[in-house]
């Protein structure tokens, strides 16, 4: 399974942009990236993905690299309830057809006012 | 929608003890998994089904048991307790397999 690498710990301001890297070097070229975050033990709870170009929603933009190797999270105005554990993930197929999210151990971002 | 209920939030049974993990989601979800989760760990796939009467084994299915008998509920069985299962235990939906899935509260389990 692609495994993904993070740093184990970030700090960040409040209302600035916070940007949590990513090492994936061994994807595969048909597996996507996603980002979850977990808050105080909650469950995980869905950011964003991406298989190749650039991603954007309401809550945060994803930038892969070209060759796919690592990709960046970033949150543009960080507020202190996003102090959270964020996971890089790749989602892996199955040889069932099932679709499983391999996570690592996270990026513990920490936002201070 | 309430979305991924679980049930018990929290739970502690000693060594050989039996028990059921509840979970359901009210979003008409095909796929439903659980996953467990160490303490510094990330998540780790249990069991997981792509509908009901369908279940296939994870990464850790040893010592777990599980059912689909309708869309909604997808329980998880502990038939003797260890303690090496003592963990956070999650359960997820999604619509098919390749959307995203979305996690339930959570139950914390302590086994003596």
């Known amino acids: 399974d692609a495994k993904t690498t993070q740093p184990t710990s970030m700090d960040c301001a409040e209302g600035r942009a916070a940007n949590l890297p990513c090492n994936h070097s061994t994807i595969s070229g048909n597996e996507y990236v996603y980002w979850y975050r977990q808050i105080h033990s909650q469950g995980p709870q869905y950011i964003i993905h991406?298989?190749?170009n650039n991603e954007t929603n309401e809550m945060a933009s994803l930038i892969i690299t070209e060759d796919r190797k690592s990709s960046t999270l970033i949150l543009p105005h960080a507020t202190l309830r996003d102090t959270a554990v964020y996971y890089c993930i790749v989602r892996v197929g199955m040889n069932t057809g099932f679709q499983k999210l391999v996570f690592g151990t996270g990026t513990r971002l920490l936002v201070s006012p | 929608n309430a979305g991924v209920t679980q049930t018990p939030k929290f739970q502690v049974l000693k060594t050989g003890q039996s028990m059921t993990l509840q979970c359901a989601q009210d979003m008409n979800h095909e796929y439903m998994s659980w996953y467990r989760q160490d303490p510094g760990m990330g998540l780790r796939l249990i069991h997981y089904s792509v509908g009901a009467g369908i279940t296939d084994q994870g990464e850790v299915p040893n010592g777990y048991n599980v059912s689909r008998s309708t869309t909604e509920d997808f329980p998880l069985r502990l038939l003797s307790a260890a303690p090496s299962q003592t963990s956070v235990y999650f359960c997820?939906?999604?619509?098919?397999?390749?959307?995203?899935?979305?996690f339930g509260p959570g139950t914390r389990l302590l086994v003596l």
């Open positions: 991406g298989l190749k």
């Open positions: 997820a939906s999604s619509t098919s397999v390749l959307e995203t899935q979305y």
